[in-house]
């Protein structure tokens, strides 16, 4: 691992905007690139003082001119996955391709949080050839669309450079066709409906997604 060298130190004013939020929602509206999760882990770690007191409770409500200091512990990184043995779920196979059924709970590929424990670490030491392969991504070895951590679903993995160049080539010209399936509560109407819009990055908070007028946003 390489971490940065020092910790980040913020000491933040809450504004008028912000009165009621939650501190964990507060914190990643005042801090650029701080997502919630990491917010939650360093508020329940101690690395936050609300009005010079200690807080480890992230629902704890703010108000304006509440005073937030953080220190924000550098992240860590890794070079590239390493292989576990952990069982995958194979559908499909053949000289160029794996198709699997990732379940839900399971990160596609290494990322800060979540550094062990992927799809991608089971692939390793499924098909450690994957690392010998021309322009393979170190930490994505073979992965060319993602799934949700929490959404189970079939992954399509390359097995090889060419396989990989055609099918990111491939979902990028959007020749690949998705389908989702999601469990409703309750009886909505109308019982059969299409819904056709885009999603893309918010166009103002860079953290949340949105529906677009066009393909153009994200």
Known sequence: MAPSRKNEIYD???PDHLIGERL???L?????DLSRTRAQHMIKKGCTLLNDQLCTICKTPVQAGDRIHIDVPPVETVSKAEPENIPLDVLYEDSDVLVINKPAGMVVHPAAGNWSGTVVNALLDREPELMEEDQMDPLRPGIVHRLDKDTSGVLLIAKTSRALRKLSQAFAD????KTYLTIVH???LPEASVIKTYIGRH???RKKMA???????G
């Open 211 to 217: 529906v677009c007028k066009d393909d153009r946003h």
């Open 24 to 26: 964990d929602l507060a």
């Open 186 to 188: 309750g009886w909505p």
């Open 174 to 177: 959007r020749k690949v066709s």
């Open 28 to 32: 990643i509206h005042l801090i650029d």
């Open 203 to 205: 166009p103002t908070d």
């Open 12 to 14: 933040l004013t809450v």
